[in-house]
């Protein structure tokens, strides 16, 4: 009888252990969800064009194998480029920002990119880009907030 009560309650304790793990799994799992936000523009002369250029940017951007996410402002001298590397590639991730940039230079002269895989800044791309679509932000305040992300990124690097 004691023999079996304890398998009952060593079989309760493996459940409830692994209910445990899987509730991890998910909260992992937020990290590495896609959001892809449009990318936005500050400038007040935004036309079409300037639209199709952050369209085929973004879409140069997520072709690279190790890239699955980004988010993209662009100020009016230059923008930022913050992404998400897949979790196989966060060992290379030095390679991957080089690989970026220079892709971008190359093929967007004329363009100034701060380039940064960090998520505090994608956190902030996407939060600046949800409060201007909300209007929750003006043209003012998101060109500063747009400065102090930049900032931001350079202080951690």
Not at 23 to 40: C, F, G
Not at 102 to 123: A, Q, R, W
Request: aromatic share 8%.
């Amino acid at each position: 009888m004691k023999t079996r009560l304890s398998s009952i309650l060593i079989c309760f304790l493996i459940a409830i252990a692994g209910a445990g793990c899987n509730h991890n799994q998910e909260s992992k799992m937020a990290l590495i969800k896609k959001t892809q936000p449009t990318p936005v523009k500050l400038s007040a002369n935004s036309t079409q064009n300037t639209w199709s250029v952050s369209d085929k940017l973004r879409k140069d951007i997520l072709n690279f194998d190790s890239i699955y996410d980004t988010a993209i402002i662009e100020g009016k001298k230059k923008a930022i480029v913050a992404y998400k590397v897949r979790h196989l590639h966060r060992f290379q991730m030095e390679k991957t920002e080089k690989q970026l940039t220079e892709h971008l230079d190359k093929n967007y002269p004329g363009h100034t990119f701060i380039v940064s895989s960090d998520y505090k800044i994608f956190l902030e791309v996407v939060r600046l880009k949800e409060k201007m679509e909300s209007g929750k932000i003006s043209k003012k305040a998101a060109q500063k907030r747009f400065n102090q992300i930049i900032a931001l990124q350079k202080e951690t690097t």
